[in-house]
């Protein structure tokens, strides 16, 4: 009983978000033969996005026992104490560390980077406005640019645009839930959240997803702006808006007084039609990228 509570101190569901590493492998034509990079990147990056969440949670243990959701997590429940936690996170960051080196210098790089940020994140960015946002961003834009890396490759600047942006307009609808829960009664906050409004992060949100999908257009537009090998990746752009207006859909969507938007994993698992929407943009742009 006790290792199912610690696989669930781990947030299995969240490990999820650590196949943007996979991501490379749809913009680099003749990446089949390294194919094990990538699942050996995915798996470096389970254990150490593992090791987050138990910090985390080990540290906002007392904040979480107040959250109507995240007073269910075992740390919080008191099924996982502390120092079980902690070890549990020194084993993992050493594996992660150890896959990582078995793959290149340059993706162990990202992977110690990962690491500090997000423990920096766990301690003090947590509670620093838009540094907190940016934090989480950089989570996401780590773990696309660590794939790239496992395949001995390098990231175009509007990959590193795309991915930037677009992992920012993630954590504002995050914080954006989160916000929602403020006119909710008996809730601890974050005090953070005390220095954010609705309207500001909403203007954040349409500065980024402006800027993420122009960039993404130009990449689209093939090797005339230095892009993707084929100009013909343009046609998936209709497919990517259609991604971001169903995304925006459903987190503006209000579940029991909140935003939906708090988990993008559980949009992930819940709702069908972004399922669709990026299978069909993963398959789009790996046959262009392989075949046009």
Known sequence: MKVIWLLKACRPKQWVKNLLCFSAIVITPNTSNLIFNISLATLSFIFASSTIYLINDSVDID???????????????????????????????????????????????????????????????????????????????LRALGGVFALNSMPSYWFLITSGTMALFLAIQKRKSELSRVALKNNQIRKVLKKYTINF???????????????????????????AESSLMLLTCPVLLMGIFRYEFISTIKKDGVLNGESPTQILFSDTPIQLILISLFIACWAITNYA
């Open 201 to 227: 992060l909403e203007k954040m949100e349409l500065i980024t997803l402006s800027t993420g999908f122009i960039s993404y257009l130009l990449w689209a537009s093939g090797p005339i702006f230095k892009g």
């Open 63 to 141: 904040y979480d026992k107040n959250h109507p959701k995240k007073r269910n997590r075992p740390i919080a429940l008191g099924k996982v104490k502390i120092w079980e936690a902690i070890f549990l996170a020194i084993l993992f960051t050493l594996l992660s560390i150890y896959i990582a080196s078995l793959i290149n210098f340059k993706f162990l790089s990202i992977i110690v980077l990962y690491l500090f940020a997000q423990l920096f994140y766990c301690f003090i960015g947590k509670n620093l406005v838009l540094v907190d946002i940016y934090l989480i961003s950089l989570g996401f834009v």
